[in-house]
């Protein structure tokens, strides 16, 4: 099984709302990202969380704040976003950065629009 | 930046191989070729993965040259499902953190 489920499938928020983006994985795998993916380009990578510590911030703005409450889940929590922020975002998980090769498995994203 | 070079976009007859092909002549030793694809507004599938040796899975070849400057995905009998963006990422194993980079990816059209 490598199956990565995110919820919600689609969001709608206001500039000044708070909300968050779930991500889940039962594949006991201990590295976990997010990404964001504009529409006509590529996926970015934003976060990865190693052993349930972030290890990586790729200079993202505050107002997205991820959260690894244990092995299984990650969240983003999104407060005060800009329009240009509409995005989808992905999430991943893999096994295990250290050492060897590590295999990314997708989530389906969440389709984020920020009116 | 991404350190490979991809077509665009191919065309493919349904039923048909389709080969992909990836330049990333500037690879060294330890990185990874990993190759995934994203159908319209789904998350990326991983497809398939080599170091070094010519790999086969039950979805596609990876054909990597002996110099490992370039790299084909063979998907041996393409359908209209396989209709998608197909990315070429070369990965660093080791202790490089899952820093996946992807370029802009070629985007395969198979038609009946």
């Known amino acids: 099984d490598t199956e990565v489920t995110q919820t919600p499938k689609h969001l709608v928020m206001g500039m000044t709302n708070k909300k968050s983006l779930k991500c889940e994985q039962h594949m006991g795998h201990r590295a976990m990202y997010w990404y964001k993916q504009k529409a006509k380009k590529p996926p970015e990578l934003m976060f990865v969380y190693s052993y349930e510590k972030l290890s990586i911030n790729e200079s993202v703005p505050s107002r997205f704040s991820p959260e690894c409450p244990n092995s299984s889940l990650l969240n983003l929590h999104l407060h005060a976003l800009q329009p240009e922020d509409s995005a989808l975002y992905l999430c991943?998980?893999?096994?295990?950065?250290?050492?060897?090769?590590?295999?990314?498995?997708f989530g389906p994203g969440t389709r984020l629009t920020v009116l | 930046d991404a350190k490979t070079t991809q077509p665009p976009s191919m065309d493919c007859a349904e039923g048909r191989a389709a080969n992909l092909p990836c330049n990333h002549s500037t690879i060294s030793g330890n990185e990874y070729v990993y190759w995934y694809r994203q159908i319209h507004s789904q998350g990326p599938q991983y497809i398939i993965h080599?170091?070094?040796n010519n790999e086969t899975n039950e979805m596609a070849s990876l054909i990597i040259t002996e110099d490992r400057k370039s790299s084909t995905l063979i998907l041996p009998h393409a359908t209209l499902r396989d209709t998608a963006v197909y990315y070429c990422?070369?990965?660093?194993?080791?202790?490089?953190?899952?820093?996946?980079?992807f370029g802009q990816g070629t985007i395969l059209t198979v038609h009946p």
């Open positions: 080599g170091l070094k």
């Open positions: 990422i070369v990965c660093p194993g080791g202790t490089s953190y899952g820093k996946l980079t």
């Open positions: 991943a998980s893999s096994q295990d950065l250290r050492g060897g090769t590590d295999t990314q498995y």
